[in-house]
């Protein structure tokens, strides 16, 4: 039964990422913004909440892939696909895209100018695919 419930919650999380990995490439605009403004906040919440799960203890190493016979040095794969995919590979594309007119990385997180909470940001976690389609 374990295995069970572990496949339906891993299923409903791949379908999760399809689903958004789909909008970004067919939303339109406004559905785009709308969905950035609820999803990104929980997709970087999710990352800090893996990521701090493997902060290296004071020997250095990852205290959740370590097993006791293991020891399993940081960074560990968690935290280098994390840098892979949101340093390395998640923001260089975009940085060599717009180098003329400014840096990603000092405007992205600095959005002094953001507007106060949206409708499709109070309805609940569950409420996107609706909110998405009535665009
Ligand atoms: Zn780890």
């Not at 940001?121 to 695919?129: D, F, N, S, V, Y």
């Amino acid at each position: 039964m374990d295995q069970i419930l572990g496949q339906v919650l891993r299923n409903a999380v791949w379908e999760r990422l399809d689903m958004l990995a789909d909008l970004a490439t067919r939303a339109d605009t406004d559905s785009l913004v709308s969905v950035a403004r609820s999803e990104l906040p929980r997709l970087t919440e999710g990352w800090r909440a893996m990521l701090s799960a493997h902060e290296p203890d004071e020997r250095g190493d990852c205290p959740t892939c370590s097993t006791r016979w293991h020891r399993c040095k940081a960074p560990c794969s968690v935290w280098q696909v994390a840098h892979e995919h949101l340093v390395a590979g998640g923001l260089a594309p975009q940085q060599d895209l717009r180098r003329s007119s400014r840096r990603t990385r000092a405007t992205v997180p600095n959005q002094s100018r953001a507007p106060k909470p949206t409708q499709v940001e109070t309805t609940g976690r569950h409420a996107l695919i609706p909110q998405v389609a009535a665009h």
